[in-house]
């Protein structure tokens, strides 16, 4: 399966954007582009994916590079309740499993 | 709204008592999921399931079972539970495909 590299932690104040990065140099083909989020004492929810083009939802947008190796989710206006880990996880077509890593430790300042 | 249920928030057992963790899911979901998430270890994938009466090992199945016998349920069975089966424990249901998966609020067991 092929790994995602993010950073531990990343700050962000209230109201303002936030982008949280991603690198998955080793993607194939097949590998979809999946962000979830775990709030405190809760399952992880569902944010956004994506395979080739950039997506927006109603949470918030992922901006994929051309070449693939690369994304960032984009919060475009932190809340408090935004706090949570965040992960990015390629989820293949062919095993469809997905396989989490550490995640982004997002805090969000008043 | 897509429901993923597990059986019980909190659970305490016993060293060497049989446990089952039950998951349902509302949505004909094909796909379910169980993983268990630890400080530091993040969360890792037991087992799954594409079909009913499938099932596939993911990382780390030793010590854990699964049975599906209904689409709609996926249960996972620790036959002798032991202390350092105490974990969080994650439901989780997709449908076929690269598809947006939905989680269960987890179960924290507890093995003394």
């Known amino acids: 399966d092929a790994k995602t590299t993010q950073p531990n932690s990343m700050e962000s104040n209230e109201e303002e954007p936030v982008h949280l990065p991603c690198n998955h140099s080793t993607i194939s083909g097949t590998d979809y582009i999946h962000w979830y989020r775990q709030l405190p004492s809760q399952g992880p929810e569902y944010v956004i994916h994506g395979l080739t083009s950039n997506v927006n939802n109603r949470m918030a947008s992922l901006a994929i590079a051309e070449d693939r190796k690369s994304s960032t989710l984009i919060l475009h206006r932190a809340t408090l309740r935004d706090a949570a880990v965040y992960y990015c996880i390629l989820l293949s077509g062919n095993t469809g499993k997905l396989i989490f890593g550490q995640g982004t430790t997002l805090q969000v300042k008043p | 709204d897509v429901k993923v249920t597990q059986s019980s928030r909190y659970l305490v057992k016993r060293t060497g008592e049989k446990v089952f963790l039950e998951c349902v899911q509302d949505m004909d979901h094909e796909n379910m999921f169980w993983y268990r998430q630890d400080p530091g270890l993040g969360l890792r994938l037991i087992y799954f399931s594409y079909d009913v009466k499938m099932k596939e090992k993911g990382d780390i199945p030793e010590g854990y079972s699964v049975s599906r016998e209904k689409k709609e349920r996926f249960s996972l069975i620790l036959e002798s539970a032991s202390t350092n089966q105490t974990s969080m424990y994650l439901c989780?249901?997709?449908?076929?495909?690269?598809?947006?998966?939905?989680f269960g609020p987890g179960t924290r067991l507890t093995v003394t």
């Open positions: 989780a249901s997709r449908e076929a495909g690269p598809y947006e998966q939905y």
